[in-house]
């Protein structure tokens, strides 16, 4: 089933006078439990995708459902709501997200105290989060006493609060260093592919976009289709193993699956996107 589906998407911002257009006639369908990357030069139009899929913005034209509520000609009401439980948001800067005078299981509780989970409840998922993500043995810390990395991994506790089937992020490692980069990615893949949540992640990290089940990449407000004609002569291992340089699989859409088919001319490798759970274990 589909997670998101857009179609057509047009988004034009208004400053004053001027007018930008942002998304031009954007084309784009995730199916739930997906682990998607989306990549793209600044400006491409990447933050304003999200924002719109969150709720946080209408479009201007087109179509946009996500978990099956139509967000096109929605009211304040449905928008809030549908911010609040259907989906979860990260952001580049991970104290959006937190209270500093907050202890860590404080932090994960408010969402769901602010809706009117009973305590029980709230105390028991809370766990189950900071369990998922390694973060058990800081629950009563303050994030001063608390790296990037385990900010950025309580951030998503906190987002992942009360539920929601989707997961949004805005370059949530764009602060991170290399290691602990991968380290959130690692854990966004565990939670799309153990948990069944839906994870749509932008990031200016070409490589590390790879890691996911499939790129796509975003230019002039559009989902780009793959314009340049690559000819590269790749080494085949002894082993049979093949690389597939990060550019080449980003322009190709390809992120950790690849479905390969024997075609007259040779061997064609296209992403695959219906994995429908059965993950092959690539580590
Ligand atoms: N609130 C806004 N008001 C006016 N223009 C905006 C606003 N948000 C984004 N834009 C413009 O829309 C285009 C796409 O921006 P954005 O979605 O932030 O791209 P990206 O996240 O890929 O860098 C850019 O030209 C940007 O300047
Ligand atoms: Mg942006």
Known sequence: MAIIDCRNVIKIHKQGNLEVVALQGLDFTMQEGEFISVVGKSGAGKSTLLRILAGLEMPSAGKVEVAGVDLTDATGTVLTKHYRRDVG???????????????????????????????????????????????????????????????????????????????????????????????????LRRMAHEAGLSVLVVTHDVALATRSDRVIRLADGQVAAPTVVHHEILRVALDGTLELPSDLRVEAGIGEHVRAEVTEEGILLRPETELNGEVPDVD
């Open 89 to 187: 948001f990260l952001w580049q800067d991970y104290t959006r997200n937190l209270l500093p005078y907050l202890t860590v299981m404080q932090n994960i509780e408010l969402p769901m105290l602010l809706s009117g989970v009973g305590r029980r409840r709230r105390r028991a998922r809370a766990r189950a989060l900071l369990e998922a993500t390694g973060l058990e043995n800081h629950a009563f810390n303050r994030l001063n006493k608390m790296s990037g990395g385990e900010q950025q991994r309580l951030a998503m506790c906190v987002a992942l609060a009360m539920g929601p089937k989707l997961l949004l992020a805005d370059e949530p490692t764009g602060e991170l260093d290399t290691e602990t980069s991968l380290e959130i990615y690692e854990l």
